[in-house]
């Protein structure tokens, strides 16, 4: 099975901050790779598929890279609706869920 | 307007059964495939289980031989049962699925909650 991992696990930043979370894969994922945002209390919403591939209707500041077993998600700009945990997932084989990483205000 | 509906969970003993149902609207059910994500009080997403259009099934292994996923692509209906229940068991059961054709889960349902306790 395909373990992953996210870092930081918490995160404090302040609106209009740029902010990086890594993630990786306990094997290589061939692109494979999507994030997640939820927040508190709310449904995970697909912000980024295919690594690097914006998901319909989010917005730009949110992108994604990486290959191989290390990708990054970078919010530019970050905005109030922001504060919230996120998660990378693997659908190479199956699928994984990172542990999260939660991004609060500083 | 596509819609996934949870129901079926509630409180279950140690040991315990509950059938959980997505009730699928708006998207042609026959070509998608489904997964079912929980997520325990406080803590992170966990993959459970998906089914295929071809009707094959994976499992967590922390599931695997307790449940079952299935589907009835007549009553657009995705399905968990869930069998020797424990309290760690105890979540909030999600399905979800493709639409938009990203090779993952773009639509969530609102969750339905299993808790497993005496």
């Known amino acids: 099975d395909i373990q992953m991992t996210q870092s930081p696990s918490t995160l404090s930043a302040s609106v209009g901050d740029r902010v990086t979370i890594t993630c990786r894969a306990s094997q290589s994922l061939s692109g494979w790779l999507a994030w997640y945002r939820q927040k508190p209390g709310k449904v995970p919403e697909l912000l980024i598929h295919?690594?690097?591939s914006s998901q319909s209707g989010v917005p730009s500041r949110f992108s994604g890279s990486g290959s191989g077993t290390e990708f990054t998600l970078t919010i530019t700009n970050l905005q109030p609706d922001d504060f919230a945990t996120y998660y990378c997932q693997q659908y190479s084989s199956h699928f994984t869920f990172g542990p999260g990483t939660k991004v609060d205000v500083k | 307007e596509v819609q996934l509906v949870e129901s079926g969970g509630g409180l279950v003993q140690p040991g315990g059964s509950l059938r959980l149902s997505c009730a699928a609207s708006?998207?042609?059910?026959?070509?998608?495939?489904f997964i079912w994500v929980r997520q325990a009080p406080g803590k992170g997403l966990e993959w459970v289980s998906v089914?295929?259009?071809?009707?094959?099934?994976y499992y967590s292994d922390s599931v695997k031989g307790r449940f079952i996923i299935s589907r009835d692509n007549s009553k657009n209906t995705l399905y968990l049962q869930m069998n020797s229940l424990r309290p760690e068991d105890t979540a909030v059961y999600y399905c979800?699925?493709?639409?938009?054709?990203?090779?993952?889960?773009?639509?969530w349902g609102q969750g339905t909650l299993v808790t497993v306790s005496s």
């Open positions: 708006g998207f042609t059910f026959s070509n998608n495939f």
């Open positions: 979800a699925t493709d639409i938009g054709l990203s090779g993952t889960t773009d639509y």
């Open positions: 295919k690594a690097s």
């Open positions: 089914i295929y259009t071809s009707y094959v099934t």
